[in-house]
């Protein structure tokens, strides 16, 4: 075989069919005697979910995804994981992962220098890491600071009243729209005085 891709495939399927076709013969040779046979499977369960426990934990991290409704497919997420953040949208949700595609922003470009890749996370992920929903039950808005330079003779309140002025002239939509955000959230959330 040519294809390194088709060979590292065929040669996957052999040594699956190899396996199964020695358990069968092992489990053949024991099933005289039922107790060979059950502490034989109590065993290979026992092995099984040991190894298997990142899987297992996936699909119980689907559950909480699906049911629990912290996360859909379209949703803009971030994810820190080890000294890497990356925000994107969810493109996939899946049995054992969620499949993202990295948006371009500030925060990401400043730390990774990269944007556009798709990123699997498994979906146990909802257990040990923060992932944070930027969108959750429709929120439009993220509350976001600014830092503003001004010089020691500068005079700070002329300076303050400039940027209240931009601020609530260019951002008044967007506030209006983040006070109905929130109090939409009041609804489901106990969240108290919101500052908007």
Not at 40 to 47: D, N, V
Not at 92 to 116: M, Q
Not at 158 to 166: H, L
């Amino acid at each position: 075989i040519k294809d390194s891709e088709r060979y590292y495939t065929a040669t996957k399927i052999i040594n699956f069919i190899n396996i199964n076709i020695i358990f069968l013969i092992l489990l053949f040779a024991y099933i005289e005697n039922i107790t060979y046979l059950v502490t034989i499977l109590g065993f290979a369960s026992a092995g099984l979910a040991i190894a298997m426990k990142d899987m297992f934990m996936s699909m119980l991290g689907w559950c909480v995804i699906i049911f629990g409704g912290s996360f859909r497919v379209g949703d803009r997420v971030k994810v820190f994981q080890n000294d890497t953040t990356y925000i994107g949208d969810i493109i996939d949700i899946s049995f054992l992962r969620i499949t993202l595609y990295e948006e371009l922003t500030l925060e990401t470009y400043n730390k990774n220098r990269r944007s556009g890749r798709i990123i699997f996370i498994p979906n146990n992920y909802v257990f040990t890491n923060l992932l944070a929903n930027y969108t959750h039950h429709g929120m439009k808005t993220v509350l976001d600071g600014i830092d503003i330079s001004v010089t020691f003779d500068s005079n700070l309140d002329k300076a303050q009243e400039i940027v209240e002025n931009i601020v609530t002239r260019h951002a008044k939509g967007y506030t209006e729209l983040a006070r109905k955000n929130i109090a939409r959230l009041q609804h489901e959330y106990s969240i108290k005085n919101p500052k908007v």
